[in-house]
């Protein structure tokens, strides 16, 4: 699987949503900003408890996109590591699979840029 065409495919079947139900692409973006605004957490804590949460719920479109915005974000593989180790600790074995995944997806757009 290449998350890169993953994240492509998702983007553009939001995208036809979006023009068929534009106003639950709306809220759903306005939620996402909400939540990953800069507070007492800074965004890239968000990001990281988000791939968390997306291994423990074992959604690939999920580790697609918040790894590859932390990979722009500059996280390490030391950091993904600790976040997969947190995410399988909660989801248990077939977190530990998807958290497999995210190296993948680690590796894959890491060495895209």
Not at 32 to 60: F, P
């Amino acid at each position: 699987m290449s998350y890169t065409e993953l994240t492509q495919e998702i983007s553009a079947n939001i995208k036809s949503m979006r023009d068929q139900s534009p106003d639950l692409i709306k809220s759903f973006n306005s939620l996402s900003q909400a939540a990953m605004k800069d507070g007492i957490l800074d965004a890239k804590t968000k990001e990281l408890i988000a791939l968390a949460i997306g291994v423990a719920n074992r959604c690939d479109g999920c580790i697609g996109f918040h790894v590859r915005t932390l990979v722009k974000m500059g996280m390490s593989f030391e950091e993904l590591n600790e976040v997969l180790g947190i995410a399988v600790y909660m989801g248990g074995g077939p977190s530990l699979m998807y958290a497999a995944n995210a190296v993948t997806a680690f590796n894959e757009f890491n060495h895209a840029e």
